[in-house]
């Protein structure tokens, strides 16, 4: 998730004026399920924001894994909490209203645990299923290509019964833990899958964040604040004004569109396909803002940014532009930690971390990935990657001469 989650948790990532696990958790309560099992690491963030989850209308306990060693770890680390059937899911999991009923309506007292699974056609990616009817027998984590058991991929949302911890103790610690007990499970109990066709979030990559984004986005609703708005701007379609929010003249804003508290939209802006403008943020005068993420605190001037992530407190100066698309009309490609990926995405334009800086007139191509606290000097052409703390500019040479007469 680099450059958008330095010092926090991606769970803690702001969508909609809220982190995503708070999406998450409002999504349990509002289907019955009120107490919860938070596995945090150390210096979260997390208990400092829910606290006992009590103001959520929830019940949390929270449990410290101390290092980094999988979801499986966490599960045995939260064993004396669990007394009967429990959900497991990951906290980004915003949808998850969608499956509990389906789930629940799935486990019966003949099998020990249901999963969700989803058909997809890069299985190799996921884990795959081994089925004989509505049975999972086996599971097989990242298969190599051309050895696919099924294209049925298994989502992360879990119903399991106690019965599963007693096979997760005799499974190694090992990254991959909680796969090979599930694989172990389904051989010696019973296992059934539950098929959706529904759309469930990913939230690997920076750019999954934009798809969790227009999710949320989806069930938006139209609801104007206490915000200044002037009689020229124009609201279209479902599109949330929080309160202390400011709409100049002329603007166009098209839903569905979030603007949060206290945040700026200035004279002759579009915002348009999915904009969502977080606190304090700033969209300056005779800019457009297709598809993107403006984290809060940061100010934008004129130009455009399309299908970006701009992280927390960043300024980028006037006639600033972001190439979303590929001269050749191919998927945009992205390097994450030296390797490039296909994002499987035809518009995707820039992330740029927190606290970064960048001067007017400069650009970026698609796919580039800006870390945090970086100063980009003016008229800057952006064509590869950007680690974090670095200046970066182009070099330009002052030339003066005489002239002649």
């Known amino acids: 998730m680099h450059p958008l989650s330095s010092g926090t948790h991606k769970s803690m990532l702001k969508l909609l004026g809220k982190p995503l696990l708070e999406h998450t958790l409002e999504k349990l309560r509002s289907n019955n399920i009120t107490d919860v099992v938070i596995v945090v690491g150390k210096n979260n963030d997390i208990e400092t924001y829910f606290g006992d989850g009590q103001k959520f209308g929830i019940s949390i306990t929270y449990v410290l894994q101390e290092k980094p060693e999988g979801a499986g770890n966490a599960v045995l680390l939260s064993k004396k909490y669990l007394k009967g059937d429990f959900l497991l899911l990951n906290s980004y999991h915003v949808e998850i209203d ?36 509505q049975k999972v027998k086996g599971i097989t984590e990242k298969p190599e290509k051309g050895k696919n058991l099924s294209n049925l991929c298994i989502v992360g949302i879990y119903l399991l019964s106690l019965s599963f911890i007693n096979i997760l103790e005799k499974t190694p610690l090992k990254h991959y ?18 098929e959706t066709n529904e759309e469930t979030v990913v939230l690997k990559y920076p750019w999954d964040l934009l798809s969790v984004k227009n999710y949320l986005l989806k069930d938006l609703r139209k609801h104007i604040g206490k915000a200044t708005i002037a009689s020229s701007a124009q609201l279209i379609e479902e599109v949330v004004v929080e309160d202390g929010a400011t709409i100049m003249e002329n603007a166009v804003v098209k839903g569905p569109c979030y603007i949060g508290k206290n945040a700026f939209v200035g004279t002759n802006s579009i915002l348009r396909d999915g904009v969502d403008l977080e606190v304090n943020s700033v969209v300056g005068a005779n800019m457009e803002v297709k598809n993107t993420l403006i984290s809060e605190g940061s100010k934008t001037h004129s130009g455009y940014i399309g299908d970006s992530l701009v992280g927390k407190d960043c300024r980028i100066g006037a006639g600033f532009n972001s190439a979303n698309v590929r001269l050749d009309r191919e998927t945009v490609k992205a390097v994450v930690k030296g390797e490039k990926v296909d994002t499987r995405l035809k518009s995707l334009g820039v992330a740029i971390g927190n606290n970064t800086h960048i001067g007017i007139k400069s650009s970026t191509m698609p796919g580039v990935i800006i870390g945090e606290n970086v100063t980009v000097g003016s008229g800057t052409m952006i064509m590869n990657n950007i680690a974090d703390g670095v200046r970066y500019y182009t070099k330009f040479q002052e030339v003066v001469t005489k002239n002649e007469k």
């Open 177 to 194: 833990q909680l796969e090979e007990a599930l694989d172990n499970f389904a051989k010696e109990r019973n296992v059934y899958f539950v």
């Open 98 to 133: 969608k499956f509990i009923d389906k789930l629940l309506l799935a486990k019966t007292p003949e099998n020990e645990g249901v999963l969700l699974v989803k058909q997809k056609k890069d299985v190799w990616n996921y884990g795959v299923i081994e089925v004989d009817g």
